[in-house]
């Protein structure tokens, strides 16, 4: 054991040693300890509608009192068949084909299936194709899992889509899967059909499985629709995620879920392990997946909130024009969920470290953002940028950026 002056000290373990979860990293620390200190920070660093006053229906929250008395007792490790069913039917309206009630798993949101899928999935080496930029549980929870992440490119020049040749490039005898994120985190992207078939075309010919995470899939503007890609690989092992935390700001509750769908003969024995982990940790918080089937068949709040008039609308259309309107920065206009990922001019700026720009943007203008280095996006100079607060603190947020950036360079 180590030690330090006779004393044995515990160390954490060498599997966390390339793991980075920095959207609550250091950053945020420091902005904890200035609000414990009584300043005011200008927080568009955190996707969590509720605190920003989006409420879930009251159906909602009186559906789960009713129930809370039914839900003591563990469930079945899957979760109750009524969230099941009921999950099972947006899957199929969303096209998703073969996909059973068994095939359906909730979790305390879908980051604790994320974990488990890669887990599960994942022998010592394999490589897993992820996003850069990514939201970043994915790279955590691979690389946790001994995968070997292999990180593709999204291009920001075009719309922040997939590169198919970069993936193609980084395909090795050693792939066993790809992630997309889609509508994306943190850049707002939704991939339209022909560059999902695209990516089903790659994972046909090189027989990987598909890991889709689409937690945004119902906050999509501009009257967009979103395609689920599993919808497009019948004949594909395919991983679906979602939950309610975003659409029905429930983020607090913990609810989510996973889908198999598609060729499940091939994968039967991926199947048995992940039945296995969700097994182990016995079901997931059951009041919580009381109101699946009452959210699913509900009213769907959010979609007012994506319209002109709505929140979330008209704070992209305000944040949208300001960042546009900043000397050197540039910006893709998203289409769904609630990010921008800008971009700062390196002629101008010369950003070598966004933690550093994250840093003195919060000192000195009490603006807390993440840096792109926290999404896995290697090139400095990017940060992400969460227009969920209200209108009143975006503008303060926007006025203290802008003169930030007047005079700012690393
Ligand atoms: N996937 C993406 C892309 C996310 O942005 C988030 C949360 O921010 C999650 C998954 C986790 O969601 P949940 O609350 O269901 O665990």
Same mark, same amino acid.
Request: with cysteine; glycine share 8%.
């Given at each position: 054991?180590?030690?330090?002056?006779?004393?044995?000290?515990?160390?954490?373990?060498?599997?966390?040693?390339?793991?980075?979860?920095?959207?609550?990293?250091?950053?945020?620390?420091?902005?904890?300890?200035?609000?414990?200190?009584?300043?005011?920070?200008?927080?568009?660093?955190?996707?969590?509608?509720?605190?920003?006053?989006?409420?879930?229906?009251?159906?909602?929250?009186?559906? #789960?009192?009713?129930?809370?008395?039914?839900?003591?007792?563990?469930?079945?490790?899957?979760?109750?068949?009524?969230?099941?069913?009921?999950? #099972?039917?947006?899957?199929?309206?969303?096209?998703?084909?073969?996909?059973?009630?068994?095939?359906?798993?909730?979790?305390?949101?879908?980051?604790?299936?994320?974990?488990?899928?890669?887990?599960?999935?994942?022998?010592?080496?394999?490589?897993? $194709?992820?996003?850069?930029?990514?939201?970043?549980?994915?790279?955590?929870?691979?690389?946790?899992?001994?995968?070997?992440?292999?990180?593709?490119?999204?291009?920001?020049?075009?719309?922040?889509?997939?590169?198919?040749?970069?993936?193609?490039?980084?395909?090795?005898?050693?792939?066993?899967?790809?992630?997309?994120?889609?509508?994306?985190?943190?850049?707002?992207?939704?991939?339209?059909?022909?560059?999902?078939?695209?990516?089903?075309? +790659?994972?046909?010919?090189?027989?990987?499985?598909?890991?889709?995470?689409?937690?945004?899939?119902?906050?999509? #503007?501009?009257?967009?629709?979103?395609?689920?890609?599993?919808? $497009?690989?019948?004949?594909?092992?395919?991983?679906?995620?979602?939950?309610?935390?975003?659409?029905?700001?429930?983020?607090?509750?913990?609810?989510?879920?996973?889908?198999?769908?598609?060729?499940?003969?091939?994968?039967?024995?991926?199947?048995?392990?992940?039945?296995?982990?969700?097994?182990?940790?016995?079901?997931?918080?059951?009041?919580?997946?009381? +109101?699946?089937?009452?959210?699913?068949?509900?009213?769907?709040?959010?979609?007012?909130?994506?319209?002109?008039?709505?929140?979330?609308?008209?704070?992209?259309?305000?944040?949208?024009?300001?960042?546009?309107? #900043?000397?050197?920065?540039?910006?893709?206009?998203?289409?769904?969920?609630?990010?921008?990922?800008?971009?700062?001019?390196?002629?101008?700026?010369?950003?070598?470290?966004?933690?550093?720009?994250?840093?003195?943007?919060?000192?000195?203008?009490? +603006?807390?953002? +993440?840096?792109?280095?926290?999404?896995?996006?290697?090139?400095?100079?990017?940060?992400?940028?969460?227009?969920?607060?209200?209108?009143?603190?975006?503008?303060?947020?926007?006025?203290?950026?802008?003169?930030?950036?007047?005079?700012?360079?690393?």
């Amino acid at each position: 054991p180590e030690m330090e002056n006779g004393v044995r000290m515990f160390t954490k373990s060498h599997k966390l040693d390339n793991v980075l979860y920095d959207v609550r990293g250091p950053v945020l620390d420091e902005a904890n300890r200035m609000e414990d200190q009584g300043v005011h920070v200008l927080k568009l660093n955190i996707g969590n509608p509720a605190p920003f006053g989006f409420r879930t229906p009251d159906e909602v929250v009186k559906d #789960m009192q009713d129930q809370l008395r039914d839900c003591e007792g563990y469930s079945d490790s899957r979760g109750l068949f009524s969230a099941r069913k009921a999950i #099972m039917q947006y899957d199929q309206l969303k096209g998703i084909p073969n996909v059973d009630v068994e095939d359906i798993y909730t979790g305390n949101g879908a980051s604790e299936l994320i974990n488990l899928a890669m887990s599960a999935f994942l022998d010592d080496g394999d490589e897993i $194709l992820i996003p850069s930029p990514d939201y970043p549980l994915w790279t955590a929870s691979a690389t946790l899992a001994g995968g070997r992440v292999i990180h593709y490119v999204c291009d920001e020049q075009a719309n922040w889509y997939p590169d198919i040749d970069d993936i193609r490039s980084k395909i090795t005898p050693r792939t066993k899967g790809i992630v997309i994120i889609n509508p994306n985190n943190p850049t707002g992207a939704l991939y339209p059909k022909e560059v999902l078939e695209e990516i089903v075309q +790659v994972a046909r010919e090189h027989q990987l499985v598909i890991f889709s995470d689409e937690i945004y899939d119902r906050l999509v #503007m501009d009257g967009k629709e979103h395609v689920s890609i599993a919808s $497009l690989a019948p004949d594909l092992f395919c991983i679906t995620f979602n939950g309610l935390s975003k659409s029905h700001m429930i983020a607090g509750y913990r609810i989510g879920w996973m889908s198999l769908s598609g060729n499940k003969r091939i994968a039967r024995d991926l199947i048995d392990g992940i039945n296995m982990l969700s097994n182990m940790r016995l079901c997931s918080n059951v009041p919580a997946q009381s +109101v699946v089937q009452t959210c699913l068949g509900g009213i769907q709040r959010a979609k007012n909130y994506l319209v002109p008039g709505g929140r979330i609308y008209d704070q992209r259309e305000y944040v949208y024009d300001r960042l546009s309107q #900043m000397e050197g920065v540039t910006v893709n206009k998203p289409d769904a969920a609630f990010y921008m990922f800008p971009r700062l001019d390196p002629q101008k700026f010369n950003i070598r470290d966004d933690d550093q720009f994250a840093l003195d943007l919060l000192k000195e203008k009490h +603006v807390l953002i +993440v840096g792109g280095k926290g999404f896995n996006w290697m090139t400095p100079g990017y940060f992400r940028v969460v227009y969920l607060p209200r209108m009143h603190t975006l503008e303060d947020a926007m006025d203290n950026l802008e003169d930030f950036l007047r005079y700012y360079r690393q």
